[in-house]
């Protein structure tokens, strides 16, 4: 994934990520459209939480 990915939440809200180099951003926000969090990760940290993501699904 080169470019920024939107994942649109039950609730409204959305999880942007962005690859930035080697690492990511995770930008959540509500329904509202406010920020809620951003989060950095490497990729590792990335994976295992796509991982657990499809796991808990």
Do not use: Q
């Not at 039950?10 to 509202?32: C, F, K, M, Q, W």
């Not at 406010?34 to 994976?47: F, G, S, W």
């Amino acid at each position: 994934m080169n470019t920024p990915r939107t994942i649109h939440t039950a609730d409204g809200s959305t999880v942007t990520v962005t690859p930035r180099g080697i690492e990511y951003d995770l930008h959540i926000r509500n329904a509202a459209g406010r920020t809620v969090a951003t989060v950095e990760m490497n990729r590792a940290d990335y994976l295992s939480l796509l991982a657990e993501m499809r796991e808990a699904a």
